[in-house]
């Protein structure tokens, strides 16, 4: 499929990924700097099934080199072969590529490394910790949670319409303004987080942020406060620079 992706296709390629091409059918700017885009699907979900947090890579040109970037399902349709992507949009060739897309606009994509385990037993409360880049997957997994009660950490403004899915019943959102690349987000969670910790029986750990901010509070829940690792799920969505 399209241009050559280089060493970072190759090792896909050779762990099995499936590729398919995406088509642009609808945009919704729904910030001015957060933007929905429709697709259809090239027949993915009817391979591939759909779990919660599903994510995919898509590829786009950087200068004339392939550029992979991970997005994660919105409101995926199996039955209509269709889905959502939301952009956090800042500087980059994938936010480029989304400020101009257009129906009928193509994109390649992989889905290869994307899966979701139920904890078990069951969480008590969800502890997570996002920005506007994770939202998406944020959304899903607390759809998939359900009834369960969560606490987020959110890094960023939370009044600026952006598309959350929390309920004020049972979800509860603290805003943390980013500062210091992150240093801002690690001291309030490790501020708050132990004792909402200790009054949850079954907790579990969902960290989605910058890579460095990531490692930090994982290395802290699952070595200073002792959360088992099948109790923590954190993966870096992207890196500052």
Not at 143 to 155: C, H, I, Q, S
Not at 171 to 186: F, K
Not at 204 to 221: E, M
Request: proline share 7%; net charge negative.
């Amino acid at each position: 499929m399209g241009q050559g992706r280089g060493w970072e296709g190759a090792v896909l390629k050779l762990m099995r990924a499936k590729d398919f091409e995406f088509t642009v059918t609808g945009v919704e700017d729904v910030t001015p700097h957060y933007r929905r885009l429709r697709l259809s699907d090239g027949g993915m979900l009817a391979v591939t099934g759909v779990h919660p947090t599903m994510w995919v890579r898509l590829w786009f040109d950087n200068a004339g080199r392939p550029h992979q970037r991970g997005y994660t399902l919105v409101d995926p349709d199996p039955a209509a072969g269709t889905f959502a992507l939301e952009f956090a949009l800042h500087e980059g060739c994938a936010s480029d590529w989304a400020r101009a897309a257009k129906p009928g606009d193509t994109v390649e994509a992989t889905v290869q490394g994307t899966g979701f385990e139920v904890p078990q037993p069951s969480p008590s409360r969800v502890f997570a910790v996002a920005d506007p880049a994770s939202l998406p997957a944020l959304n899903s997994l607390l759809d998939a949670f359900g009834p369960v009660p969560a606490t987020v950490w959110f890094e960023g403004d939370t009044d600026d319409g952006l598309p959350f899915r929390t309920d004020s019943e049972r979800h509860e959102v603290r805003a943390v303004e980013r500062r210091d690349a992150g240093a801002r987000l690690v001291a309030r969670v490790k501020e708050e987080l132990p004792e909402l910790l200790s009054a949850s029986s079954e907790p579990y750990v969902w960290i989605a942020c910058d890579t460095a901010t990531t490692r930090a509070l994982s290395s802290y829940v699952r070595k200073e406060l002792g959360v088992p690792k099948q109790r923590v799920n954190a993966l870096g969505y992207w890196r500052a620079t």
